[in-house]
């Protein structure tokens, strides 16, 4: 049992869903297996997923708007004991609509 993040469908590809299961934290969340994580795809209503990650560098950030301004916020727990680990890579999700 591990950290994932995942992404997966729903909708008949219209929904796109972003998953982070946290983990290695006894008292707070042990984690997945492989198999574990498919079914919470599915319970949330996935028809596709996939595992991007296993591990601690699972992080969420969101933009979170504060007074007219947006800041990024991390919205699980990562396992490191530091909190977010650097990472060569990310999956960004960004809205080109006009505000």
């Given at each position: 049992?591990?950290p994932?993040?995942?992404?997966a469908?729903?909708a008949a590809?219209?929904?796109?869903?972003?998953?982070?299961?946290?983990?290695?934290?006894?008292?707070?969340?042990a984690?997945?297996?492989?198999?574990?994580?498919a079914?919470v795809?599915l319970?949330?209503?996935a028809?596709?997923?996939?595992?991007?990650?296993?591990?601690?560098?699972t992080?969420?950030v969101?933009a979170?708007?504060?007074?007219?301004r947006?800041?990024?916020?991390?919205?699980?727990?990562?396992?490191?004991?530091?909190?977010?680990?650097p990472?060569?890579?990310a999956?960004?999700?960004?809205?080109?609509c006009?505000?």
């Amino acid at each position: 049992r591990h950290p994932r993040t995942l992404v997966a469908t729903a909708a008949a590809g219209r929904r796109l869903m972003l998953i982070t299961i946290d983990g290695r934290q006894p008292g707070y969340s042990a984690g997945a297996t492989l198999r574990e994580s498919a079914r919470v795809a599915l319970d949330l209503g996935a028809t596709d997923a996939i595992n991007l990650d296993g591990g601690g560098s699972t992080t969420m950030v969101v933009a979170r708007q504060d007074s007219g301004r947006y800041r990024h916020v991390v919205v699980n727990k990562p396992s490191d004991p530091q909190g977010e680990r650097p990472v060569g890579n990310a999956l960004a999700v960004v809205s080109s609509c006009p505000r």
